[in-house]
């Protein structure tokens, strides 16, 4: 996707929060870019939140411990049935149908963050205190 410069202003006490907040993660511009995407997704799907992890920052169903990839996991089994998945969780159908919605629209990346999920060497490797164990 082609990028394009946006120049606005912010108080300065918000330009010190980004950049505090970008140290770890990147450059304040990348970090703000992020953020602003984060907002458009999460004013397109409601029921969608993003929280930093070891694996960096991923879509979370909002409000629940759930990531979107995991979600996904079991919403691909009912062919992303909104109402399978509501009743599963106890989520209202609302939420299940903005979960699907974004599943669909992000598939790429709900596909990267799984495989991220379940793969125990590159896990190792951002924990590497990470114990595996066969249940």
Known sequence: MASVTLS??????MRSWLERFAKARGSV????????????????FPGVDFRDTPLGRVAFVQGTRVQMALACRLAREWEFDPARLSKHYGWPLWMSESAV???REYAEEI?????DLLDATALRKKLPRLEEFAA
């Open 8 to 13: 606005i202003r912010v108080p300065e006490d």
């Open 29 to 44: 511009g990348g970090m703000a870019a992020r953020l602003l995407e984060e907002a458009r997704r999460k004013e397109d």
């Open 101 to 103: 919605g974004y599943m």
């Open 111 to 115: 596909a990267r963050d799984e495989k």
